[in-house]
């Protein structure tokens, strides 16, 4: 059969997005919630029997089989904080990250309607919840520090294969690292480059609003 346009198409049109490469995907959820007229960020803190035990996070986990971002999100919400997914309207989707180590990390921003966190029993992966006023985020400037990220190629390496040889200039990245401390919380790493990345867009686009 004969390659045509209209193939090329079809599984264009049928693809889904993704990073080149092999990447996992994971879908976290932002969740919003109003509290007396005023916004707040929904965070957990992770229990010390898992990965990065005590850190701040948002709720979410890996994309099974056969699910949508949204699912995996609204999903691990209910299994991590006990909120059902019926009190989590859809919002919007946000901006992807991906980083270095593999990882492909849709963002979900839903809103939660009549939230009360003394109703919300977190499970074993999650020792507490705790809220951020959308106000103290906009208004304070996390601390930044910067990381030099160099690439190490191991002693295999075919560099005869490479115009420069050994003296290729590989490319190395400064990563900014941002750290906000809310009462006894700190929030940085990758919830913390989510969370800057949504309350810059929100400073350009809605200055001026009241949260």
Do not use: C
């Amino acid at each position: 059969m004969k390659l045509t346009t209209a193939h090329l198409q079809a599984l264009l049109n049928q693809n889904r997005i993704l990073p080149i490469g092999d990447y996992k995907e994971f879908a976290v959820l932002l969740p919003l919630f109003q509290r007396q007229g005023q916004w707040h960020i929904l965070f957990e803190k992770r229990s010390k029997h898992i990965s990065q035990p005590g850190e701040v996070s948002l709720p979410g986990g890996a994309v099974e089989q056969g699910e949508s971002p949204w699912e995996a999100a609204i999903r691990e919400t209910h299994e991590e904080i006990g909120i059902v997914p019926e009190k989590i309207a859809y919002v919007g989707t946000w901006n992807p990250l991906v980083t270095h180590f593999g990882y492909y990390i849709h963002v979900l921003v839903g809103e939660i309607g009549d939230f009360d966190e003394r109703r919300f029993v977190p499970n074993q992966e999650v020792d507490e919840i705790f809220s951020v006023p959308l106000s103290f985020l906009l208004t304070e400037k996390p601390a930044r520090y910067e990381a030099r990220v160099t690439v190490r190629q191991p002693e295999d390496f075919p560099f005869s294969l490479l115009p420069a040889g050994e003296k290729y200039a590989f490319r190395e990245e400064i990563r900014a690292t941002d750290f906000w401390e809310y009462d006894d919380y700190v929030i940085w790493g990758l919830t913390a480059r989510i969370v800057g990345d949504f309350i810059e867009q929100l400073k350009e686009e809605f200055d001026g609003y009241t949260t």
